[in-house]
């Protein structure tokens, strides 16, 4: 079992940055792929990104990518989304999952994943 914890969120103006964190406890950080998905009123919840358990591959929705990075550090039991150039369609909940590692990563769907934050609320203005 593994809780995450999701921080940083705010309210940026477009063109800027953002650093939003999910904080995991309860099992082994490095046993599990970690992921962010977002998701604004109205739609439903998108891939963001996405780091391999051991944090050699990553993965991003065209629609970030170049803009937006993910990273983790395992020693801090602590994932990063490092968001720059925002827009305010990027506004939305902010949401950290886990996938326990088991050979096989489907990393932008939300059935992937075991176990979800509560969110953070990223705000952008225009």
């Known amino acids: 079992q593994v809780q995450l914890v999701e921080s940083g969120g705010g309210l940026v103006q477009a063109g800027g940055s953002l650093r939003v964190s999910c904080a995991a406890s309860?099992?082994?950080?490095?046993?599990?792929?970690m992921g962010w998905f977002r998701q604004a009123p109205g739609k439903e919840r998108e891939f963001v990104a996405a780091?391999?358990?051991?944090?050699?591959?990553?993965y991003y929705a065209d629609s970030v990518k170049g803009r937006f990075t993910i990273s983790r550090d395992n020693a801090k039991n602590t994932v990063y989304l490092q968001m720059n150039s925002l827009k305010p369609e990027d506004a939305a909940v902010y949401y950290c999952?886990?996938?326990?590692?088991?050979?096989?990563?489907?990393?932008?769907?939300?059935?992937?994943?075991?176990?979800w934050g509560q969110g953070t609320q990223v705000t952008v203005s225009s």
């Open positions: 780091v391999s358990w051991r944090g050699v591959r990553a």
């Open positions: 309860g099992r082994t950080f490095s046993s599990y792929n």
């Open positions: 999952a886990a996938k326990y590692y088991s050979g096989s990563y489907v990393y932008d769907k939300t059935t992937t994943y075991d176990y």
